[in-house]
């Protein structure tokens, strides 16, 4: 057996002085992959934060900004978007539209009628209400809308509409000057309802001709002011309070929001238009909880 040469010893260390010069110099350039790699991970990291916050922002660009908290009149929450109702209450909507028979407008009729859809659907209890009707295009739609064993109460005084009072503003005051001095004209420059002779007589005849028939769906009318008719113990689902002015607004707050079902509703028609029916709402909602302040175009107030 042959012994290793010192020339053979220095080939083996030679070899192996160059391997472990490959291995490391392998090594180091694999740590230079690596800490690329960590610094790559760390540009895509921040990449992803900012199309999530981009987004984020996005989303609240097509929602618009979420206003009020609900919690007060002055801070409603805006609900969207506008309400669908089905064709045959759109078909409705048209006619008593095109018959001038509502100072209301399609989307402020679609509204109503989804709202009381709504209260059907969730089982809701208690009448349906319309305080402030005229010539009944907004109580004929909601009539249409509830079930036909719900009750519905109609009031108005079917006449002439009573005086403001000193509570209500400039505005009201001149409007009412305009109602008395017999210049008022009325939808579409119709007849003013306040000078029909037999208002309540045309309104029982337009829910007929409407297929709602106020003895076969469960409807009263109520002529009268609504100091003395509306006197009621039972729960209320939802009113339409359309009567304009401080008192005649002021009444109904008083005797109807108490009756209100858990998740009943008023509906304002009138806070942005009359002076005294805002003053009306803002003084008697300034320190009761209980509710919540909704747009919807008009002003709600959901029993919470
Ligand atoms: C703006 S109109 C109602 C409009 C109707 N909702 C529509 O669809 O066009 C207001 C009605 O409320 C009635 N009204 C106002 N104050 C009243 C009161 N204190 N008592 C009874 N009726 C009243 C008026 O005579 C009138 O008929």
């Known amino acids: 057996m042959s012994t290793p040469t010192s ?16 291995r490391v110099s392998r090594e180091a350039g694999l740590a230079g992959r690596v800490a690329e790699l960590e610094k790559q991970m760390q540009v895509m990291r921040r990449e992803v934060k900012a199309a999530k916050r981009a987004a984020k922002t996005a989303a609240r660009g097509m929602q618009g900004p979420a206003i009020g908290t609900g919690t007060k009149v002055s801070d409603p929450v805006k609900i969207g978007p506008a309400a669908k109702v089905d064709e045959r209450i759109e078909a409705l909507i048209a006619s008593v539209r095109s018959q001038n028979l509502t100072f ?24 349906v209400i319309e305080c402030g009707t005229a010539r009944g295009g907004s109580a004929i739609v909601m009539a249409a809308s509830k079930s036909a064993d719900r009750g519905m109460m109609v009031f108005d005084v079917f006449g002439m509409i009573p005086p403001p009072t000193s509570r209500d503003g400039a505005d009201i005051h001149r409007r009412y000057e305009t109602i008395k001095s017999g210049a008022a004209t ?38 009268g002011l609504f100091q003395d008719t509306i006197k009621l113990d039972e729960p209320v689902a939802l009113a339409h309070l359309d009567g304009d002015w401080y008192e005649s607004t002021m009444v109904c707050l008083q005797r109807l929001a108490p009756l209100l079902s858990p998740g009943g509703r008023l509906v304002i028609d009138d806070y942005d238009s009359w002076s005294g029916c805002k003053t009306a709402v803002d003084e008697y909602f300034a320190d009761r909880d209980g509710f919540r302040f909704e747009r919807r175009g008009k002003l709600h107030i959901v029993r919470v």
Do not use: K
Not at 104 to 127: K, N, V
Not at 207 to 217: I, K, P, S
């Open 186 to 223: 009325g939808v579409g420059g119709e007849t003013y309802y306040g000078y029909r002779e037999e208002l309540l007589g045309e309104v029982t005849a337009s829910f007929a001709e409407h297929g709602v028939a106020a003895e076969v769906n469960n409807v009263a009318l109520v002529p």
């Open 104 to 127: 209301l407008s399609f989307a402020g009729l679609r509204t109503l009628s989804a709202c009381i859809t709504d209260l059907e659907q969730s089982e809701i209890p208690g009448l």
């Open 7 to 22: 020339h053979s010893y220095s080939d083996r260390a030679r070899r192996l002085a160059r391997g472990l010069r490959t």
